[in-house]
């Protein structure tokens, strides 16, 4: 098992930008698709973005392509979430999670964070 610890969430205006990121324990990381997903009040979970152990591979949710970026430094057992042009319907609770696969499903991943709050004012 992996330990997920998620940070950076906050209150920004919408167009603003925030960098979330999500630090592992252990010494397996690289071993661990990555994946980003999140949940508003009375919303189930949804996927985000998704990123392979090598970063080679990234998948996006169609309302986030093009303004979120992925990453990850395997070095420093770290998922990044580059988050720009935030809209109010982008208020969340954003949750990382490591699986075995580099899937958009939720049942893909087997280790979850806590999350972290951001909140997008209009």
């Known amino acids: 098992q992996v330990q997920l610890v998620e940070s950076g969430g906050g209150l920004v205006q919408a167009g603003g930008s925030l960098r979330l990121s999500c630090g592992a324990s252990g010494r397996t990381f690289r071993s661990y698709a990555m994946g980003w997903f999140r949940q508003a009040p009375g919303k189930e979970r949804e996927f985000v973005a998704a990123?392979?152990?090598?970063?080679?591979?990234?998948y996006y949710a169609d309302s986030v392509r093009g303004r979120f970026t992925i990453s990850r430094d395997n070095a420093k057992n770290t998922v990044y979430l580059q988050v720009n042009s935030l809209k109010p319907e982008d208020t969340a609770l954003y949750y990382c999670?490591?699986?075995?696969?580099?899937?958009?499903?939720?049942?893909?991943?087997?280790?979850w964070g806590r999350g972290t709050q951001v909140t997008v004012s209009s």
């Open positions: 990123i392979s152990g090598s970063g080679g591979i990234t």
């Open positions: 999670a490591a699986g075995s696969v580099t899937g958009r499903r939720r049942g893909e991943y087997e280790n």
